[in-house]
């Protein structure tokens, strides 16, 4: 068994648990006063949150609801906790939008063995950000903007940056972001709005058009418009189901398309990539940058389509595979070997391009590539908090099973252990050992 530093034995023992109706149980010395949250502020003692180290995530609005965590977030701290044990550090989770200004403590949870158990504490100096929708979280407390102020005053340092999320969080600025990097690397894409010209004019360039929620949506409301010498068959993705209709033309796909993206969502247009086949899917490649306070490493996968998809994301029945092992059957052992290598190259270039343009802030990146029918490599998505690998997406360290091991051990074990390295090596730039 390859050793990661992370004992897999303590994930075995007890199912997890969450909820805030848990009662108290002991927690560990060393972190100051930690109390449930309904007996009221902790008193605040100087230097009692150097041994904690934040998890930003969204948390329910009521103490009453039960906590939700995806498999992703749960393996993530799980493993980080874990990691951090030996160094006398413990994983604070607690939800950016429930700091306060004028309160010296912020309600969360610790992870013990499994179960998430309520306390307060003040917010660390070092945090990790694993929110989705940051902005929108974080408006609905103290204020995105004040935010900002205040943890900055506070000498409160958070990575990934609110910042940065907000910025990868759109699409068409993702697009541009890439663009100063590599002209040619993102498929040309435009705001969407909804126009006949702007539609009929990326239906003429390419045979396939895709239409996305501009923000990320885990692959759900994604819009497909497909030229067929029978007229435009238009495909959306959503929760798993597509929706298929097939109209006679450009006014009738426009008519369709409107329907289809009613609402308040904002979308953006984006030249499709005829990806090159594997059996009767398309695939993808996910590549995870990691970055362990040191340097980074990359973690892959390749996700393939449910047969007839055009959407390869696992939330829409993708399933994965080794990304080595599907390079050589496609395309021979070397043709896939050159491919793995321009995948590695492209991956550490637009890494470096983001890291120095945001130094020393980053532990994570998630980039979605493709690769088109002339063998182009081509980038889709950046994820500044993606889903982990394989079955990381689907199952716990509580819930998986002995088949699961293996994966866990080459993508899962290693991604958790690089996070708690990096998080652990801001505590010493940060002062808070």
């Keep these: 068994m390859i050793d990661h530093g992370v004992s897999t034995r303590a994930f075995a023992e007890s199912p997890p648990r969450t909820g805030a109706g848990e009662a108290d149980t002991p927690l560990s010395a060393g972190l100051g006063v930690l109390r449930h ?20 995530v969204k948390l329910p609005a009521s103490a009453a609801e039960p906590l939700k965590f995806t498999p992703s ?11 951090l044990g030996p160094s006398g550090h413990r994983l604070f989770i607690y939800s950016p939008g429930q700091v306060r200004a004028d309160r010296a403590t912020v309600p969360g949870y610790l992870h013990e063995a499994g179960r998430f158990l309520p306390v307060t504490a003040p917010v660390p100096k070092v945090n990790g950000n694993w929110t989705r929708r940051t902005r929108r979280v974080i408006d ?30 759109n699409k068409h600025d993702t697009y541009r972001l890439v663009y100063a990097y590599n002209a040619t690397l993102h498929p040309h894409c435009e ?66 398309l409107v329907e289809l993206t009613r609402g308040r969502i904002k979308y953006v247009m984006e030249h499709g990539i005829e990806t090159m086949p ?27 389509s449910k047969p007839g998809s ?34 590695r190259s492209e ?28 063998g182009r490599l081509k980038l889709l998505e950046i994820n500044t908090k993606p889903g982990l690998s394989s079955v990381g997406f689907d199952f716990t360290v509580w819930n998986k099973r002995p088949e699961h091991e293996p994966i866990f051990e080459r993508w899962v074990y290693p991604h958790g252990k690089s996070l708690a390295r990096f998080l652990l090596s801001k505590t010493v730039v940060q002062g808070a050992s």
């Excluded at 977030?73 to 990691?83: F, G, H, S, T, Y």
């Excluded at 909804?194 to 003429?204: D, K």
């Excluded at 991956?347 to 002339?374: C, K, N, T, Y």
Aim: aromatic share 8%; charged share 25%.
């Design 37 to 56: 949250p309904c007996e009221g502020p902790a008193p605040v003692h100087r230097g009692e949150n150097t041994s904690l180290i934040g998890f930003q």
């Design 73 to 83: 977030v749960v393996n993530r701290i799980a493993m980080i906790d874990a990691e």
């Design 140 to 169: 609905g407390g103290m204020g995105y903007h004040e935010f900002q102020r205040w943890a900055e005053d506070q000498g409160v340092a958070i990575y990934v940056p609110p910042a940065l999320c907000d910025l990868l969080a």
């Design 191 to 256: 705001v969407c709005d909804l126009s006949t010209e702007q539609l009929e004019r990326f239906i003429e360039s390419g045979r396939l058009t895709f239409v996305k929620p501009r923000r990320g949506s885990r692959g759900n409301r994604i819009v497909v418009i497909e030229r067929t010498p029978a007229g435009f068959a238009i495909s959306q993705y959503d929760r798993g189901e597509r929706r298929h209709r097939l109209t006679g033309s450009i006014k009738d796909a426009r008519k369709c």
């Design 278 to 304: 594997f059996g009767g899917s398309t695939f993808d490649v996910r590549v995870i940058m990691v970055n362990d306070g040191r340097s980074w490493r990359w973690l892959h996968e390749a996700r393939l």
């Design 310 to 343: 055009h959407v390869s994301n696992v939330a829409q029945g993708g399933e994965s595979v080794p990304t080595d092992e599907l390079m050589f059957e496609l395309l021979g052992t070397e043709r896939g070997l050159h491919m793995m290598r321009e995948i």
């Design 347 to 374: 991956s550490f270039g637009l890494v470096g391009h983001l890291d120095r343009r945001f130094p020393g802030s980053l532990h994570e990146l998630a980039f979605d590539f493709a690769i088109d029918r002339e």
